[in-house]
């Protein structure tokens, strides 16, 4: 019996009514009874807002069969002594370089930026804003030699819908970096007459490479750095305000009490750091917050650390 079943799909699908020829376009979501009433005129008496049916997505037709309307009509006392089959689609269209360059430019913080598309998702999209976002651009595996990357945005449509979209790209930009001019030795300070900026032309990652002098001058290496080295914020750490054996003005807050006492660091500790401290009259160990250079500050009315 199973070669009788085509014929019965065939058969089937001459029962089913067809598609209308064309479609009018969904505009927006919902539905309503002001785009029905472009086509069927009785559906003029509702408020052109009221809702009826939920748009189709990219690439679906909604079609309202004559039934259908018959029986809108009817829960709205309108009157529709006949009606044929409506279909509404979300109108799509190809995507358009140069708003996707003008969307990616957006997402980058370098202005001149050079960016080359060399391929984009085929597949139409509905008409929106278009969006990329930096982090969603991947990245080469050597950003001093950039590699073509795929870009993955969306375009903004209706009521806050996405329609995912993608392109093949390659990202440069003049971007500052800063190097070492001689070789620096770790738990050395850094001083700016070791540094120097230098732009190169890169791919524009979130990568932790420093671009500027105040980024690094002044705080220590935490590990050896070649002469002519990219320098990078996981190399240094800012000086320790308070090293242990320093001697510590503490500052005790209790209510509107204030009082001063000398205390000896057991710790080491930078600014908004907790460290252990003793004090040089009691003898008694105990807690202070870093307030800067030798200063530390204790709320007797605050939670206190463990």
């Known amino acids: 019996m199973s070669r009788f079943l085509p014929l019965a799909w065939v058969s089937l699908a001459l029962a089913l009514p067809a598609w209308p020829q064309t479609c ?23 408020p052109a807002g009221t ?9 679906v037709h909604r079609v309202f069969r004559a039934l259908e309307l018959m029986s809108l009509a009817r829960k709205y006392s309108l009157d529709l002594p006949s009606a044929e089959d409506l279909c509404f689609a979300l109108p799509l269209e190809s995507l358009d370089r140069a708003r996707l360059l003008d969307a990616m430019k957006a997402a980058l913080p370098f202005p001149e930026a050079r960016i080359e598309i060399l391929e984009t998702s085929l597949q139409p999209a509905p008409r929106g804003r278009i969006e990329f976002r930096r982090e969603d651009l991947g990245a080469p595996a050597l950003p001093e030699s950039p590699a073509p990357v795929v870009w993955k945005g969306n375009v903004l449509y209706g009521a806050g819908q996405r329609f995912a979209i993608w392109a093949r790209v390659v ?22 007459a070791q540094l120097r900026v230098q732009p190169a032309d ?64 057991e710790t080491n500790g930078r600014t908004g750091d907790f460290i252990t401290l ?17 200063r ?7 939670p206190q650390r463990n």
């Open 202 to 265: 890169v791919f524009p990652g979130r990568g932790d490479a420093a671009s500027s002098l105040d980024q690094v001058a002044g705080r220590i290496a935490v590990a050896n750095i070649a002469a002519g080295a990219e320098i990078h914020l996981s190399q240094v750490e800012s000086p320790l305000d308070v090293k242990r054996g320093d001697t510590v003005q503490v500052e005790v807050h209790s209510g509107l009490t204030h009082l001063a006492l000398t205390g000896k660091a």
């Open 51 to 59: 809702p009826l049916a939920p748009a189709p997505g990219p690439g």
């Open 171 to 192: 990202v440069t930009a003049r971007i500052p970096r800063l190097v070492a001019v001689e070789p620096i030795r770790r738990g050395r300070s850094i001083s700016a």
């Open 278 to 294: 003793r004090n040089l009259r009691s003898n008694r160990i105990f807690q202070a917050r870093v307030d800067g250079e030798d």
């Open 296 to 302: 530390a500050s204790l709320d007797l009315g605050a």
């Open 24 to 46: 009018a376009p969904a505009e927006h979501d919902p539905i309503t009874a002001g785009d029905l009433a472009r086509l069927a005129p009785a559906f003029g008496r509702l």
